[in-house]
């Protein structure tokens, strides 16, 4: 099933989120509604508190960005309970988006390199040093599950030009193609 979005100003976007376990309910049928949702939306990643759960999993498929980085090729993978360890390397610019920000790319500084651990949809724990796209990519979706957005990597001066459009997309207008869930938002009287 195709998952709503979580539009940015939604207040699950900000939460850290929550470890969970094997028990979690319904925990497949949520790992398959992830993988499609992230799929329908043209995705690279999707954390779970963009589909408004509060919980540390998310979802990988670097696929996209094989023919400009070849460590992307076969780089698909579920993070349950995801853990980065250290970060690494240089610090590297990349224009970034997100399905819960729609229509705004903007440049982005992370480490080339993470050592990651976390659980897979098999509860196999794995730790592995990330490098390259994929460590771009897992950091992003990581700051998902801390209530961080990557609008909060830039600067004053570009949040005051992106200030109007972010707005909008907590108000509900705009049209990304799919749906969205948006804060409910207290009206001015």
């Known amino acids: 099933m195709i998952l ?5 100003g939604h207040p699950v976007l900000r939460k850290k989120a ?3 376990d094997k028990d979690y309910p319904d925990l497949d049928k949520f790992i398959n509604d992830l993988w499609e949702t992230m799929y329908k939306t043209d995705g690279v990643g999707l954390a779970a508190p963009q589909v408004n759960r509060s919980i540390r999993v998310f979802a990988i498929d670097a696929a ?3 023919s400009n980085y070849p460590e992307a090729e076969g780089f698909k993978k579920l993070f349950i309970n995801a853990e980065i360890l250290e970060r690494e390397g240089e610090d590297l610019s990349f224009q970034e988006g997100c399905i819960s920000i729609p229509d705004i790319h903007e440049d982005v500084v992370r480490k080339t390199k993470v050592l ?3 659980q897979d949809e098999n509860w196999e724990q794995h730790e592995e040093w990330i490098e390259g796209i994929n460590a771009r990519v897992v950091q992003h979706e990581y700051d998902h599950l801390e209530g961080i957005l ?3 990597h830039l600067s004053n001066l570009r949040k005051m030009v992106l200030k109007r459009k972010l707005s909008d ?3 509900g207008r705009v049209n990304p193609g799919y749906r969205m869930l948006f804060p409910q938002l207290k009206r001015k009287k």
């Open 4 to 8: 709503p979005v979580t539009a940015y």
């Open 18 to 20: 929550a470890p969970i």
């Open 64 to 66: 996209a960005f094989v």
């Open 116 to 118: 990651m651990r976390w």
């Open 150 to 152: 990557f609008t909060d």
């Open 169 to 171: 997309i907590a108000h």
